[in-house]
């Protein structure tokens, strides 16, 4: 039987060291893995002596955000039309702002990989590991080495399954913070799920075992992802959106979160592995995250941005595809979202949080036209996916 072909993706905004892909490399070989190309979509920057190192394990297709000329021309090739070429790689916000929607910046991986035939797609990000932080006390703590790899494709292999996936080990996303009206803020995010917990933990989730609660989800994390391209049939594009307001642009989270709707909607299957890879998204493990360093209230804001900036169109999602009927109250939400931000604003002594309200009302203003560019580029991917599989 023909071997299958696999192929690694990273999305990063610049490569300076070999980590972690040199990890994701070098846990492949040690498993036994033979990996067949290397997908960088990048920003900014890629070190060429570094690039050079991972062509020693196998060939690497390097692209920065912007320079279309590869994929534009591939598109090209099978007969697909301006508009729709557009429809799936544009990046209007790329000249002025220097901005590509995270969604858009997948795709570009999704489509080098569906050119060139590979089988299997696996997507991992720039501070993520392959191994399980197991154990945690102070600054004593322990690490697991796990099957990348093969714990993904043991469940990719079953019937309908477009993608694995799960969540991390690791310090969790938001540090532990409190603060007057933090619920209303997390309110206004629709977030107030995790006020508990970002309001008591302090700690890391640790992972000593795998598989050991898998199920069927809709929620893929982008960073924790293998594709099966066979199901080429089922397999849907990334979406997400930005958001200009201050003359500023801003990017929408949750192009890897509206992926399993999308998914289902195509009757596939998304299935969490239980695989919580090391996460290590401050950058300074094991330092206990603080939400006064600058970086972190940095990295709470865009996150409070994106989350807004997606919302709109999530919950729209959700009810076109019968997901859930939950009608949401935007009216109390962003009541929640004003007394919360302004609050935030003068925990962080930082006025970027003021911003929040007027984001909401725009990103839900802007709804109609993130939709028309959905099923544009839905229209277009389905074209493309006719035009390819005579290829494949």
């Known amino acids: 039987m023909k071997r299958k072909k696999i192929a690694l993706a990273i999305f990063t905004r610049n490569i300076k060291e070999k980590s972690p892909i040199q990890d994701f490399l070098d846990n492949a070989k040690k498993y036994n893995h033979q990996i ?3 997908i960088i979509v990048y920003n900014d920057y890629v070190d060429k002596h570094i690039i050079d190192s991972y062509k020693t394990y196998c060939p690497v297709t390097a692209i920065q955000l912007g320079n279309k000329f590869f994929i534009h021309q591939s598109l090209k090739e099978i007969g697909i039309s301006e508009r729709d070429i557009n429809a799936i790689i544009n990046t209007p916000n790329l000249k002025k702002f220097d901005l590509v929607p995270y969604g858009t910046a997948r795709n570009h991986a999704l489509l080098t990989a569906l050119y060139y035939g590979f089988d299997y797609l696996f997507f991992f990000d720039s501070d993520v590991y392959p191994k399980l932080l197991t154990d945690f006390c102070e600054n004593d703590f322990h ?21 694995t996936t799960s969540d991390y080990s690791g310090y969790y996303i938001i540090p532990k913070m409190n603060f007057p009206y933090l619920m209303e803020l997390l309110r206004g995010l629709q977030k107030e799920d995790s006020y508990q917990y970002i309001s008591t933990v302090d700690a890391p989730v640790t992972r000593n075992v795998t598989e050991d609660n898998v199920f069927d989800t809709r929620k893929a994390l982008g960073g924790n992802m293998a594709i099966d391209l066979n199901k080429f049939s089922l397999l849907p594009p990334f979406f997400s959106s930005t958001l200009i307001i201050n003359d500023q642009c801003f990017l929408g989270r949750g192009e890897d979160t509206l992926f399993g709707p999308l998914i289902y909607n195509n009757g596939g299957r998304c299935v969490d592995i239980d695989l919580l890879l090391f996460h290590n998204c401050f950058g300074d493990f094991p ?14 804001f865009y996150a409070c941005m994106g989350w807004i900036i997606r919302n709109p169109f999530f919950n729209w999602l959700h009810k076109e595809y019968g997901i859930t009927t939950e009608e949401i109250d935007t009216d109390n939400r962003l009541a929640s979202l004003k007394l919360g931000a302004k609050s935030a604003a003068k925990y962080f002594g930082d006025n970027r949080f003021l911003m929040l309200p007027d984001a909401f009302v725009a990103a839900y203003n802007k709804l109609p036209e993130e939709i028309e560019k959905f099923h544009n580029l839905m229209n277009a991917w389905k074209t493309m996916k006719t035009k390819l599989a005579v290829r494949r």
Request: glycine content about 2%; hydrophobic content about 35%.
């Open 36 to 38: 067949d190309h290397l």
């Open 143 to 163: 690490f697991k080495e796990i099957d990348f790899i093969g714990s993904h494709l043991k469940y990719l292999k079953q019937k309908n399954v477009v993608v």
């Open 287 to 300: 330092n206990k995250p603080t939400i006064n360093l600058q970086k972190n209230v940095d990295r709470f």
